[in-house]
């Protein structure tokens, strides 16, 4: 190609450049007055928000063809299936049958229809999980599943949970681990990561691991995956033991008042946030005359009481020593 060619294509791409951007341009800004445009579902159209006009009128509805009213009329007449999710072994794209044993119109099956049944779910149930990789990552899929229930964890959780068993077992760090450890390892560094956070005693309570494995696979799991999980906050801790003990706003605040001056003083160092977390409630409760003992406070936080009387008098410590400043 000669350099005259080459610069009459140049040119060439040039002019499209400018003329698809010219394009993007008009229509995302109105050609008469510069103004914004915004779609109009209603009455399908395109309209000029400053001055009324109709860039584009007739257009193409996506929606549905039907409406509904409230949430179970949706559920109804919705032909399509739940979206793609992480937190099922096959994300959600294979077929379930029922257990109820009835046709679509509600009507009982007869026996030999009932054995047909049986026999398709039992086969459904061996395709869905065809080899022993699927088997393990619907095991442990389940079983976060479980212990998010039971801690009371967000879906988001949940999900960033599943994302990090995958990629252990994309990464074959499993050999060696039980599947119970490393799930229970990726539900609580995925815990973290959210800033909705569950002590290692909370979570090994609902876990069927021991403490120890717990820590041992987490510290693992998060070296090899190379997770930026940044250092407990005891603030995360405080709104749930507010909501276990039903105090009120003014005492969460007070209880992060008191965990602010205690940064400042450098008591965070070296302690427990849920220690941290739990005699600030405690203390703040004090503070804002509300009845609390320090019993029902241990039972919220799992946490001896011992702990909370230590770190209460250092809350209150710090939170002299800043009062001055």
């Known amino acids: 190609m000669t350099d005259t060619s080459i610069r009459t ?14 394009v993007s341009d008009e229509q ?10 915004v779609s109009d579902d209603e009455h399908a159209e395109t309209v000029c928000t400053d001055c009324g006009l109709v860039v584009e009128e007739d257009e193409i509805d996506r929606g549905p063809e039907w409406r509904a009213f409230d949430a179970a009329e949706k559920d109804e007449k919705s032909r399509v299936g739940a979206p793609t999710t992480n937190m099922m072994h096959d994300q959600g794209l294979s ?34 999980t065809r080899d022993s990789k699927e088997r393990n990552l619907k095991q442990a899929l389940g079983e976060i599943d479980r212990m998010a229930s039971a801690l009371g964890l967000p879906e988001n959780v949940r999900e960033t949970a599943s994302v ?5 077992l994309e990464e074959d760090l499993l050999p060696g681990r039980s599947i119970e450890g490393v799930a229970t390892a990726s539900l609580y560094a995925a815990a973290r990561q959210a800033g909705t956070p569950r002590s290692l005693d909370e979570i090994s309570a609902v876990s069927r691991v021991e403490k120890m494995e ?31 003990l039903d105090l009120s706003d003014e005492t ?9 001056s205690a940064r400042q003083e450098g008591v965070h160092s070296g302690k427990s ?46 939170s002299d020593t800043a009062a001055p400043a």
């Open 164 to 168: 990090i068993y995958r990629r252990a």
């Open 95 to 128: 077929t379930n049958i029922g257990w109820q044993d009835k046709d679509a119109y509600g009507r009982s099956l007869s026996s030999r229809q009932r054995q047909k049944m049986q026999r398709l779910r039992t086969w459904n149930e061996r395709f869905r």
């Open 9 to 22: 294509y140049t040119n060439e791409r040039e002019t499209e450049t400018e003329e698809e951007t010219a």
């Open 28 to 37: 995302e800004h109105c050609p008469e007055c510069g103004g914004r445009l």
């Open 252 to 260: 969460e605040r007070m209880a992060r008042e008191l965990l602010e």
């Open 214 to 244: 717990l820590t041992r696979t987490y510290r693992y799991i998060i070296r090899e995956l190379g997770l930026e999980v940044k250092p407990a906050d005891p603030e995360h801790y405080v709104p749930r033991f507010v909501s276990d």
């Open 273 to 318: 946030p849920v220690g941290l977390a739990a005699a600030s409630v405690y203390a703040a409760a004090l503070l804002t005359n509300e009845k609390v003992t320090q019993n029902e406070v241990s039972d919220v936080a799992s946490i001896s009481e011992v702990t909370i009387r230590n770190r209460y008098k250092e809350l209150l410590e710090a």
